[in-house]
């Protein structure tokens, strides 16, 4: 595939020399969120759930290229988590985005067997915030004991990871038995998604869907639409059940069928006023656009085909209009993400996981293999 002017192959090149750059610039910080005006990423701390995606691209482009610059810059980045857990620290559902990019990662390429056993303690970690009674992993931490969210979706690799590595299928009753839940409580029949859903953590009982990142209750956050749509996929490849292929799928319609003529989403799909309005989201642009290369690779190719042609789209339209090629100062890749528009928070920047998941989908269609969702 190739857009107009570049093949995909073109555009890693680019992408590699790009993270060149990076390493240089961002160097020991933990980049979250760069502004347009200026383009210097931030330094977040590294317990926030971003804290992944910087040292997963450092991995990602070691695995394509065997630059061993990059692996010298990633390989601390797991210790460095695992020494924050063992200090007061905020980590939450989220060990599964955290450690899936650090610790698996650097198992899976170097194995290194204190890396395997970060990842099996963030593994621990994440079966631990099973609640029993209501099918559900628990989100975040102080008093929301009954919240679960959707971007849990992406998070349940680090348990079927810890499955296989250990032969042990108890991960796996825990991963499946929360995308059940996700199936019956966040994927609506018209595959858009609810953020969060409130359990009675006593009785497991549902209680509401609440707002969260989206705009209402009742809205279309892209981006958790997009961790579904993904983290559905996954569960589809490490299953083979068709239950979670075809939740994925129906996810996938409802966000191909809401994309503006170029291609990148709105950071919400239905919003009071005007979409068209609204801010992009290119950050789940990219994350879908991964997940929909991932889930045609595993349904028949007559489906898959037309997946493949609108994520490409997608990735070819943000890498025209959406990104810093011709702003070479710019530390970040992809512009006009959106973080948390109701909180005002973060919106029309460049945001990591933007980055990441555009990395990851160009690395998937110039033949990565190492899958770490
Ligand atoms: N809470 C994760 C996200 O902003 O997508």
Redesign the pocket.
């Known amino acids: 595939m190739s857009s107009d002017r570049f093949t995909d192959a073109e555009v890693w090149e680019k992408i590699v020399e790009k993270l060149e750059e990076m390493n240089k610039k961002i160097g020991n910080k933990s980049p979250h969120v760069a502004l347009s005006e200026g383009g210097v990423y931030d330094d977040e701390r590294i317990d926030w759930?971003t804290s992944g995606f910087w040292p997963g691209l450092l991995w990602l482009g070691y695995d394509m290229t065997k630059n061993e610059i990059f692996k010298q810059s990633a390989w601390d980045w797991d210790i460095k988590m695992e020494q924050r857990m063992l200090e007061k620290n905020s980590f939450d559902h989220d060990v599964g985005f955290q450690f899936l990019s650090t610790a698996v990662f650097k198992y899976k390429l170097t194995g290194d067997m204190d890396a395997r056993r970060r990842g099996l303690a963030a593994a621990n970690f994440l079966a631990g915030r099973f609640n029993i009674q209501g099918h559900f992993i628990r989100a975040w931490n102080s008093n929301m004991h009954g919240w679960s969210i959707v971007?849990s979706a992406m998070n349940l690799s680090l348990l079927c990871w810890a499955a296989e590595e250990l032969e042990d299928p108890r991960f796996m009753h825990i991963a499946r038995l929360h995308a059940d839940t996700l199936v019956e409580h966040f994927i609506r029949a018209d595959g858009s998604v609810n953020h969060i859903v409130s359990f009675d953590p006593a009785t497991g009982e549902a209680i509401e869907a609440i707002g969260g990142?989206g705009e209402a209750a009742d809205s279309a956050w892209s981006?958790g639409a997009a961790?579904a749509l993904y983290g559905m996929a996954n569960m589809y490849r490490f299953t083979k059940d068709e239950k979670y292929g075809q939740a994925a799928q129906r996810v996938a319609h409802f966000f191909m069928s809401h994309l503006p003529s170029d291609k990148v989403p709105h950071w919400d799909f239905r919003t009071r006023g005007n979409p068209e309005l609204e801010p992009r989201d290119s950050s789940a642009g990219a994350i879908a656009a991964s997940g929909l290369l991932e889930l045609a690779a595993l349904i028949p190719e007559h489906i898959g085909r037309r997946y493949e042609a609108v994520a490409m789209q997608m990735l070819y339209s943000l890498y025209h209009h959406y990104s810093t090629w011709n702003k070479p100062q710019h530390q970040a890749i992809l512009l006009q993400g959106t973080?948390?528009k109701p909180a005002g928070q973060n919106i029309n920047v460049s945001l990591i996981y933007g980055d990441y998941f555009f990395v990851e989908a160009f690395a998937k269609r110039n033949g990565w293999k190492n899958r770490i969702y």
């Open positions: 759930w971007d990142q981006r961790w973080g948390h």
